[in-house]
C-alpha cells in the first residue's frame, strides 16, 4: 500500500501506508494486476476480508467496498 486516502474504504479497514496485501476475500495477491481482479470480483456493500503484512506480523482486516 503506497497512500491510503481519508475517508477511504481502505482507511475505514484500517490499512496503512507500507503494508502488504497477500490476500483479497481468500484469493492470493501477489501483483497489482491480482489486487484489482480480486477487488472487482467483491460486491459493493458486502464486507470480505484483506490479509495483509505489516511489520513482519499477519494480519487481518475487513473491508467494504
Do not use: Q
Not at 495477491?29 to 464486507?47: I, M, T
Amino acid at each position: 500500500v503506497g497512500k491510503v486516502k481519508p475517508s477511504s474504504p481502505a482507511r475505514e479497514a484500517g490499512l496503512m501506508p507500507d503494508d502488504i496485501i497477500f490476500e483479497v476475500d481468500s484469493r492470493s495477491v501477489n501483483s497489482a494486476a491480482d489486487l484489482e481482479r480480486a477487488l472487482a470480483a467483491v460486491r459493493p456493500g458486502v464486507p470480505f476480508e484483506i490479509s495483509i503484512l505489516r511489520n513482519e506480523t499477519r494480519i487481518k482486516v475487513e473491508a467494504v467496498l
